[in-house]
């Protein structure tokens, strides 16, 4: 692939990542998005201040709690 295609191809893969980034900012999945969304739904918990949950969030937070109990 010549050099600029290769570039093209990044540029648009980029793009394409940053359209799925969600309220945290952050690559959805990755363990630093399911940091923020825990620290999120734990401000919920305790009545603080908290961004707009999600369920894509709260699911995922659930999943990571069956898996760590299954252990």
């Given amino acids: 692939m010549r050099r ?4 093209n ?3 648009r893969i980029e793009e394409l990542e940053s359209r799925s980034l969600d309220e945290s900012g952050l690559v959805p999945h ?3 998005w399911l940091t923020f ?15 707009p949950l999600t369920l894509e ?4 937070i659930m999943q990571a709690t069956e ?4 252990q």
């Fill in 4 to 7: 600029s295609g290769r570039a």
């Fill in 9 to 11: 191809l990044l540029r």
């Fill in 30 to 32: 990755s363990p630093a």
């Fill in 37 to 51: 969304w825990q620290r999120q739904v734990g401000l919920y918990e305790i009545g603080q201040e908290h961004g």
């Fill in 57 to 60: 969030g709260v699911r995922a």
């Fill in 67 to 70: 898996g760590e109990q299954a």
